[in-house]
């Protein structure tokens, strides 16, 4: 065991834990890690109980339960379609919620400074302190509401959402998400988009796109950097507009966002507000954190303060 082990830790054995464990998570990783965070848990003392789930709406009913006993510490294991509803199931609670990553996409893990080794993150957390952050609330055409974590959009990005939730399934993080974009890119037709903002300063936008995204954190899809300057407790949302490229245009860019996840070009346009409306000339999907949530136009905003999450010590 590690040192830091023996260290003191805000959680203590009088924390009521539940921890989730979602058994499908980045292709069944969360078994690799399962009985070392058990470990981890008894060397600390912590009475953690550990609950299998092998869906994302069984796991947010289960957490919706487990609050009915009283405000406690819900941690996950999984990604971040897993913390989505981890989130959605805490929503208006006085409960602590956490992530251990293991999923395919991590970036709210990454936003809240965690390690990417499920083990070194929990030893983290159990030494960490609850952090409002916020999260965005998607309202889709056919009348669903959902909160979502990192980021989410409609264009080439929702089209590998569906692909990288079934027969790309098998690949490893960013991997998964450019295989699957790559794949949707020989069948993508151009979308033509209209942005609406709140804000009289913002004058509504219409143009052709490859994708839109809309974010939260500074990236999505396993490490994409879309929204670089994005925070969790900003109280924004942070939009993005990829024009449309060709797929030699595309192809070049792979090298850079393969390597660092970043999408160097001057084809992106960014915005920041509290909301937006998303309108497409043709039906389409919105996907929140790789999850498809429901057809165009959505209306998307920032819900600050959302949810308390159990986040690392600031550095001093």
């Not at 993150?121 to 909160?147: F, Q, S």
């Not at 690949?171 to 450019?178: D, I, K």
Request: aromatic content about 6%.
């Amino acid at each position: 065991m590690m040192n830091a082990h023996t260290e003191p830790h805000l959680v203590s054995s009088d924390t009521s834990v539940l921890v989730f464990v979602n058994r499908v998570a980045g292709r069944g990783r969360v078994q690799a890690y399962l009985q070392r965070i058990r470990d981890l848990f008894e060397f600390l003392h912590i009475a953690a109980e550990f609950l299998e789930t092998g869906s994302a709406s069984e796991l947010e009913s289960a957490a919706r339960q487990a609050l009915v006993r009283g405000p406690r510490l819900l941690l996950a294991m999984g990604g971040d379609g897993t913390f989505q509803a981890l989130a959605n199931g805490a929503f208006k609670s006085d409960a602590i919620v956490g992530i251990l990553p293991t999923g395919g996409g991590n970036d709210f893990a990454a936003a809240l400074g965690l390690p990417g080794d499920c083990v070194r993150a929990a030893e983290t957390l159990l030494k960490g302190k609850p952090r409002p952050v916020d999260l965005l609330r998607v309202h889709t055409a056919d009348g669903r509401t959902r909160l979502f974590a990192a980021g989410g959009g409609v264009g080439l990005d929702a089209e590998a959402a569906l692909l990288a939730g079934g027969a790309y399934r098998h690949l490893p993080g960013r991997f998964r998400y450019v295989a699957s974009a790559l794949r949707a890119l020989s069948e993508h037709q151009p979308l033509q988009v209209r942005l609406e903002f709140p804000s009289t300063q913002i004058h509504p936008v219409e143009a052709t796109c490859l994708l839109t995204g809309v974010l939260n954190t500074p990236a999505y899809g396993g490490g994409i950097r879309l929204a670089p300057d994005a925070l969790i407790d900003d109280a924004l949302l942070h939009v993005a507009l990829v024009e449309d490229l060709k797929i030699l245009q595309v192809l070049k860019l792979l090298p850079r966002l393969m390597r660092s996840g970043e999408l160097r070009t001057s084809r992106i346009r960014r915005w920041k507000a509290q909301s937006v409306k998303i309108s497409t000339h043709r039906p389409c999907l919105f996907h929140g954190d790789g999850e498809i949530l429901g057809p165009t136009p959505v209306e998307i905003e920032v819900v600050p303060k959302a949810v308390r999450v159990l986040a690392p010590l600031a550095e001093s």
